[in-house]
Structure formats: structure tokens, C-alpha cells
């Protein structure tokens, strides 16, 4: 069995779940989500997204309905005993599987909380579920209940994400020597990946960004490379996986010539970065952090610049994306407390100047100040 945490961990997370439906009066959980599989059980797949549910009665017993491709994998990886398939066929309907494994589990009629707000349940699944369980029992979304035990990370989960973030390191020390002047996009970001994987890493829940000349102005990923000229600019961001928890950051590198408006836009990426630090503490909520972005931002005239979200919780994430719950945004009432893995980011797209500027890093927060858990400084980096 390839477990990536003791026994006793698990366990632990066991406890806190089945303490928590007890206090929403749920009888059982049908989970959904790949990350709150593999948080609880340690099961760690793909293609989740082809209907499978992992049931917890509040007992704290568990049953893994999934597909055949499946079985080994969740024998293998998790702490799960009971493992039930359906069947691959035309016109299958997995959620009348699992209605009768419902049935079995002595749950008609009871309070059973889902897990609909995650990409491992389609919008058709999820039509397909509700057409069976309407009448099965008392339903309700309870898609934040995992996800809000997540948000606090255990010690053994803080290693994992020291060890991500060192690998975040490493991709950059790997990047730096290929950013200048005829330099390949597509070298720097084979040498990238290439040293979270030697270093014993994974891939990222979602691609690394990548973009020079006006693709620098994107945060997303897209298909295509070019080479870096004499004056470029070049925008990364990227995160450092250890056995799926993340650890991201972000920079804007200039390539020659720092510009007047690269400088400007830099000094305030970094002011509105140490504002945010100052923010991420104890007492304040993640609304309180965005609102010390958006300060500095707006001191500096650039709030039409700006995007209208600083960051987000990190942690052990699955495909499309590896961005967590809860967001930096306005009016977010989530309270910061210690021992979560936050990003902060700091993104600035002057498109009437055709000038980029990030700059972004991970933290673990304390009952203090938050600590950065990159080695890297946050200085201008120029080639």
C-alpha cells in the first residue's frame, strides 16, 4: 500500500469529519471531490471525473463506488476497504448504483450531504444523482464541509508543502540560466518541470504559466512558444507539487532594459505585496487581505490594472486547477488563522503600455506574522 501519511493521520481526519457531520446532523457524506478522497484516504487517481463517489456514513465508515480501471488504484493508494464498481456499458447510469449501495447501507430517508461544487461531478452526473435521490431521502450541498477541514494543515501536511515550495525553488534556479536574450520558452519550461520531477516532484493540478512579449500580459496557460528578444519580458507561474500539495509563485523577469513603466509597476507589485503580509494575520479575514492589495494598487493608480482577486488557499489539489477555497477577494469573510498554506499574488497588466508585472510567493501562516516559504527574495529579477 503506497500511503503518503501514517495511519494515524488518516485517522485523525477521520475524527474531525465524522465530528462535524455530527454537528450538521448528517448521516452520511457522498463525496465527489478527488482532493477530499485524497485527503481522507490518501486515494489518488484520474478521470474522476467519470463518476465515482466515495460514501462516509457518520459512523466514519466508508465505501469507494468507482469504475474497474479504479479498483487497484484505490487498493493501492488509500485506506479504503470496501470497494464497489459499476459497470462500463451503454446507456449506464451510475447513480442508480449507488442508490442501491444507499439502499444497502441502510440510508433511506436520511440526511445525506453532497459534494456538488467540484469538477469530479459533472453538471450531467449531478442531474443523473438528483433524479435518483429526490425521493431517497433528505438532500442537501454540504460541498464546503471537506474543504473548510482542509484549509488548516496538519504538521505532516506543512511538510509536504515546505518540501513543494522548495521545489518551487529549484524550477526557478533551473529557469534562470535559459531567460535571456534568443532563449526558448519552451527550454525554460522543460527545465522547470524537469527539476520538480528530478527532485522527487509531480505535476501541478493545472499547467505552469508561461509568456513573453505581450503573452506576458496573460495569467493563463496556452498552447505555443516563442524566443526571448534583446528587450522582453517574460511572466511565470508555477508551483512546486510534493505528492499533490502545491506550493506556487509568480514573477515577471525583464530581459534587458528595465523600462520606466516595468520599474513603476514593480515597486508597486512589491509594496502592495508587503502590505498584504502585514494583513495576513490572525484576526484579520481574507477580505482584510485583498482590501491591503487594493489600497496600495489604487495609491499607486493602477486599480484598473489590477485583477479583482490577490490569492488563495493552496494545498493537495487535482486537475483543472490548484487554486484552494477560500480567495483573496472584497468582502470575503473567512477568517485567517495559523497553519494555513496561502498565495499571494500580485498581478499587473498595463495593456494601453503593453507592460507586465507579478510577483507572488506562498505562506504559511503563524499567530504572528506569515512566513514565506520560498528562499527566494522578492527583488526585481532582470537577465
Excluded at 181 to 189: F, K
Amino acid at each position: 500500500m503506497a500511503l503518503h501519511f501514517d495511519r494515524a493521520e488518516f485517522d485523525a481526519r477521520r475524527d474531525r469529519l465524522v465530528i462535524e457531520m455530527a454537528e450538521r446532523k448528517l448521516d452520511a457524506m457522498l463525496l465527489f471531490a478527488q482532493e477530499s478522497m485524497y485527503w481522507l484516504t490518501g486515494y489518488d487517481t484520474f478521470g474522476y471525473c467519470f463518476f465515482q463517489c466515495l460514501v462516509v456514513k457518520a459512523d466514519g465508515s466508508m465505501v469507494l463506488l468507482t469504475r474497474s480501471a479504479d479498483l487497484r488504484q484505490a487498493r493501492h493508494t488509500s485506506t479504503i476497504d470496501n470497494i464497489m464498481l459499476w459497470t462500463d456499458r451503454q446507456n449506464a447510469n451510475p447513480a442508480i448504483d449507488l442508490r442501491n449501495l444507499l439502499n444497502d447501507l441502510d440510508l433511506l430517508g436520511c440526511r445525506i450531504g453532497v459534494e456538488y461544487d467540484t469538477h469530479g461531478l459533472t453538471g450531467r452526473n449531478a442531474r443523473l444523482l438528483d433524479e435518483q435521490l429526490q425521493t431517497f431521502g433528505k438532500i442537501e450541498d454540504a460541498s464546503d464541509l471537506i474543504s473548510r477541514l482542509r484549509l488548516l494543515k496538519s504538521p505532516a501536511e506543512i511538510q509536504k508543502v515546505r518540501k513543494a515550495a522548495a521545489l518551487a525553488d529549484d524550477a526557478l534556479d533551473a529557469a534562470l540560466p535559459l531567460i535571456k536574450q534568443g532563449g526558448d520558452e519552451a527550454d525554460i519550461l522543460a527545465a522547470m518541470q524537469g527539476a520538480i520531477f528530478a527532485g522527487g516532484g509531480d505535476y501541478p493540478a493545472n499547467e505552469f504559466i508561461i509568456g513573453s512579449g505581450n503573452d506576458a500580459l496573460l495569467c493563463r496557460y496556452k498552447a505555443g512558444r516563442r524566443k526571448l528578444t534583446k528587450n522582453d519580458q517574460l511572466t511565470l507561474e508555477w508551483a512546486g507539487v510534493f505528492h499533490h500539495y502545491h506550493a506556487a509563485m509568480m514573477r515577471t523577469v525583464v530581459i534587458g532594459k528595465v523600462s520606466k513603466r516595468h520599474q513603476e509597476l514593480f515597486e508597486a507589485a512589491r509594496d502592495a505585496l508587503l502590505a498584504v503580509e502585514k494583513a495576513m494575520t490572525t484576526g484579520n479575514t481574507f477580505g482584510d487581505v485583498f482590501d491591503a492589495h487594493a489600497r496600495v494598487m489604487e495609491a499607486h493608480g493602477l486599480t484598473k490594472h489590477r485583477l479583482n482577486a490577490c490569492g488563495y488557499s493552496l494545498g493537495a489539489r487535482f486537475s483543472p486547477s490548484w487554486m484552494d477555497a477560500p480567495m483573496f477577494y472584497s468582502g470575503n469573510t473567512e477568517p485567517i488563522a495559523p497553519d494555513m498554506t496561502l498565495f499571494a499574488h500580485m498581478i499587473i497588466m498595463d495593456s494601453e503600455t503593453n507592460t507586465a508585472m507579478t510577483l507572488g510567493r506562498t505562506y504559511l501562516t503563524t499567530d504572528g506574522e506569515p512566513k514565506p516559504l520560498s528562499r527566494h527574495d522578492i527583488d526585481l529579477i532582470t537577465r
